[in-house]
Nanobody
Framework: QLRLVESGGGLVQPGGSLRLSCAAS????????IGWFRQAPGKEREGISC????????NYADSVKGRFTISRDNAKNTVYLQMNSLKPEDTAVYSC???????????????????????WGQGTQVTVSS
């Protein structure tokens, strides 16, 4: 079965950093576009970052650009989200998702769209508070 498992969430003070991991099993992530999403209390899920296999390029939402970095380690079948300069408004459940990419890609010039991704992890809570 194709699975994604997030880890690395927790409580951090404003200005701090966390690195989230998205470990894949049952598939090789180099066949998939990967997106990171978050859902804050009372808000809809939003795409914040993605990485595509088309050319390895990445996209970021304006709210996190310059602070977050997505990366891929094919040897470990894992995608990471490095989160720096965290703000209270970053508090949310963070999820990774994957979509098989072949003739079509899901991270080409825009942030990831939740409805375009078919495989989801359970999410990990990130709380930014002093």
């Amino acid at each position: 079965q194709l699975r994604l498992v997030e880890s690395g969430g927790g409580l951090v003070q404003p200005g701090g950093s966390l690195r989230l991991s998205c470990a894949a099993s049952g598939f090789t992530l180099d066949d998939y576009d990967i997106g990171w999403f978050r859902q804050a209390p009372g808000k809809e899920r939003e795409g914040i970052s993605c990485i595509t296999i088309s050319d390895g390029s990445t996209n970021y939402a304006d709210s996190v650009k310059g602070r977050f970095t997505i990366s891929r380690d094919n040897a470990k079948n894992t995608v990471y989200l490095q989160m720096n300069s965290l703000k209270p408004e970053d508090t949310a459940v963070y999820s990774c998702a994957a979509q098989l990419a072949s003739d079509h890609y899901y991270c080409s010039g825009y942030v990831p769209v939740p409805t375009e991704y078919g495989y989801w992890g359970q999410g990990t809570q990130v709380t930014v508070s002093s």
